[in-house]
């Protein structure tokens, strides 16, 4: 008897892994060679299947294309000296991954689909997981309504979907960041919280503004008075000031609960600062700068680990760092990478085998 949520597997019949070079791979470009595939239908998840990686047919009124019920989830797996792999921290992942499809009337994706699924999928493509400091297998879960029929309404039908690709060593650059004081990215009772395709969608206009002059990036303000930080563009922020680290609160639902975010908190305290979840006006940061106590301004989210950022321009006050000098973000970043990469010992059980 074989149980509904069993995966059948498909091996792909040649690899492409041959032909990549994995030392100089472009970020989200090339695929392994398996994906899995989930659908929903008649109240219930079935054919849970890990085939060859290859383009998949939806019909011209699929519901997601039209309406937008589409979320996903960006994690990544490491491998260690050892050639041990390692996912870091799917549960928390997968728990969020529920509430962004609870927001959007999607149904709930069981445990033994996205994180023993992921699991297996890794375990098959394992070989794709570059074994370089600094490289790592970026995984992708998303969902999407499968219904042919261009009515506005929950779709009976889901696809849940995992495709993998392997990523260099993402130097991230420190930013230019523009303060948004017109375009919101987020409201209070919208579904900021949720990882939403269309929150990136939404993000783009705003982000090419800025680009135009001359800024890599916006930092959301909140959108009533557009006056407390949110975001730096899709990244959770962080600013030090004395010793104390504040990040906004997540309590309004306007800020996406970052899993890198969760750990920096963590490590942050390690290594003995004080850190505060409320809500930070631009103003106190700009007061912080002119009286000097303005530590350190970044950016987290699982992609860059940390962004530094190295100028601020709110109005006329345009704020500039010296991010060579910086000593805490670097600190947090090595702690965090090492354990990933197994250099250190993971304390809080981040890690999960594959
Ligand atoms: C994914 C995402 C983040 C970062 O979350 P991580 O779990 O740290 O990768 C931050 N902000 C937004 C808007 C996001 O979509």
Redesign the pocket.
Known sequence: MVGALDISITKSETSKLGTLDLANIPFGKYFTDHMLVADYEDGEWKNVSIQPYAPITISPANAAIHYGQSIFE?IKAYRHENGEAYIFRPFD?YKRFNKSAERMQMPAVPEEIFVEGMRKLIELDKEWIPAKKDHSLYIRPFMFANDDVIGVKPSDKYKFMIILCPTGPYYAVPMKIYVEEHFVRAVPGGVGFA?AAG?YGSSMYPTNEAKKKGYDQVLWTDAVEHKYLQ?FG???GFVIIGNTAITPNLDEGTI?A????DTVITILKEIGLTVEERPISIHEVVEAYQNGTLKEVFG????ATISMIKELCYKDNVMTFDTDSWTISPEVKKRLTDIREGRAADTHEWLYKI
Do not use: D, S, Y
Not at 258 to 261: I, K, Q
Not at 300 to 303: C, H, N, R
């Open positions: 960006g992942n990882k929150n975001e899709m990244m959770n996406l970052g899993v890198t975010r987290t989210g699982t992609a």
